[in-house]
């Protein structure tokens, strides 16, 4: 593979790109329609948000929002938390998913390691959810009664959370490879009346029975009614308690699909936080709000149209599902898939997209990275010619990472890198198919995402890394937190270091022409002798080298004695780490990053510890090695290899030894 910097451009849209963009199409509209005349992404945007209410109208209009009743404003005021939109709308969420039906297309296509691929037509998919929705309300679940799912990736899962959508129940749910208790942990704060739950799932070729689990939350959770069981890995054969029914059961008498008409900050979804450090934070987000954001996203942004066939590999315990499902609001064809993106071997995802005809291929860096380390070349099997995108998220996606989808994957490919968060269920910077693609960068802010990079005393900063903040309201912003007595955790959460300003905790440069890179969690940064560092730009470096799959730097604080500053590599099946590899990983390091940086020493381990939805735990690892207990640190069961803690327990208690 050859070698790029930072900055290399990797691709430019054709005119005929640039012309049917989702972008190109909207600013023709707000031409015509509104007298507004923009010609790039960058006046696009900054009309977007120095026009902010203007903006979300045209977007309302735009999308064609059906609401019930008008509404009186578009905002209330600029303020943060506690901003009103669209007060007096009343709509639906899942009526705007169905205002696509067509008779006989699909809607989703499923494949799992267990299930053959299937098809799921909009009539069946629209028939499934107006049978469960009825149930839902014969049962007695009324407007804002908590529903929860314990429910992998598939269609089952996509029926329950339209079906309560459409009767303004607030939906909720953990992905089954979460542990017992993450889920009770979560879903007890929020008292739900009715589990949707499958039996089990597979992973890597295994199956594991969640039978127990299911029996653990319903007698963990008092507010439960009934719970819906999905045989998903077993016969219907399961004995079942008096308050269980089977999903056969609840599906089998059609009924039409009904829509309440609820206010537009009526809540959707319940979305979790990682809950590495302490309780997860229950983020709650309104119907309205979601609606308009992922509409403009997907529809404007991205482009997504009925034509499209929208993937992105994910778990129902990542934000990343709600967007997923999202794709369906724009018209597009949503594949799903359930089971490890590595089994039974690393072809499995983009097979899928070869076979599906995928048009917008959406997963994280992390699995480009694997893909990029392992030597994968899916383009010597696979022409991808539906192929318009590729989309990545989760973590910082590397140089090399980029460069790989081009020379690996498609030449003429839209890469799309983002940046968002479960908070907001969407991005605030992210791509453009109408801007070239460099490597290294993310091309744009979203529209209506007032981003900047501010410093301690919260100036902008223009080519200089700063805190990644928001300065203005967002519709799919939370409406609140469950229980969150005088929004007392929301505002501790993202208000208390600049008062009225969303602090997202990433460092952030964004440059003149406002594209950006995003430098990792502000709260993990190292700091050796006055001169601060994003911890990705360690990582860049580091894992630049062939021989290193994944690293994590510590920088350690250690009474009595310098900083203490040590990297944990991963590496590649056959290679030791030798002094020569060691010697080679510092300078390679001293010369992409500085010598400040230079790492003390280099420890080989097996895995990087790491939560649920992949991102490296590198503040609970720095506690862990400054000696704190492991109870006060990191809830395991929010992690996804929770025993990678012990090599770093026993590190800790040697480091104590040399003080």
Known sequence: MKTVTKGTLLWEPSEEKIKT????????????????????????????????????????????????TPYKQVLDSRKMPGAKWFEGATLNYAEHVFKNYKKNKCALIFQSEILPRTEISWDELQEKTGSVAQYLREIGVKPGDRVVGYMPNIPETIVAFLACASLGAIWSSCSPDFGTGSVIERFQQIEPTVLFAVDGYSYNGKLHSRLSSVEKLQSELPTLKQTILLPYIHANDEKLSKDTVLWDDVTKNKHELLYEALPFDHPLWILF??????????????????????????????????????????????????LLVGGLLAGGTIVLYDGSPSYPNMDVLWNLAEETEVTFFGTSAAFISTNLKFGVNPNERYSFKKLKAICSTGSPLSI??????????????????????????????????????????????????????FNEVGQPLINEVGELVIVDPMPSMPIYFW?????????????????????????IQIDEKGSSVIYGRSDSTINRQGVRIGTSEIYRAAEGLEEIIESMVIDLELLGRESFMPIFVVLKPGIALSDELKAKI??????????????????????????????????????????????????????????????????????????
């Open 586 to 659: 510092k300078a390679e390091i001293k010369q992409k990053v500085s010598p400040r940086f230079v790492p003390d020493e280099v420890f080989e381990v097996p895995e990087i510890p790491k939560t649920l939805t992949g991102k490296k735990l590198e503040v609970p690892v720095r506690r862990i090695l400054l000696g704190q207990p492991l109870e006060k640190i990191v809830n395991r069961g929010s992690m996804a290899n929770p025993d990678t803690l012990q090599y770093y327990i026993d590190l800790a208690k040697k480091l104590d030894k040399k003080k």
């Open 273 to 322: 936080s990682s809950g590495t450090t302490g309780l997860p934070k229950p983020i709650v987000q309104s119907q309205g709000g979601i609606l308009l954001e992922h509409l403009k996203t997907l529809i404007v942004e991205q482009g997504v149209n009925d034509e499209d066939v929208f993937f992105w590999f994910t778990t129902t315990g990542w934000m990343m599902w709600n």
């Open 21 to 68: 963009a989702g972008v190109t199409k909207f600013m023709n509209w707000l031409k015509e329609n509104e007298e507004i005349e923009l010609t790039n992404q960058q006046e696009v945007w900054k009309w977007s948000v120095e026009q902010l209410e203007n903006f979300w109208s045209c977007i309302w209009e735009y999308c064609e929002i059906d609401s019930k």
């Open 483 to 507: 229980k969150d007595k005088n929004n007392e955790r929301y505002h501790d959460s993202y208000f208390d270091i600049y008062p009225g300003v969303w602090r997202h905790g990433d460092w």
């Open 400 to 453: 090399n990472g980029f460069n790989w989808v081009y020379e690996n994957v498609k030449k003429d490919v839209w890469l799309v890198s983002v940046s968002g968060g479960t908070d907001v269920c969407t991005a605030f910077v992210g791509g453009s198919p109408i801007l070239p693609v460099y490597s290294g960068e993310i091309q744009t802010r979203a529209l209506g995402a007032n981003v900047q990079a």
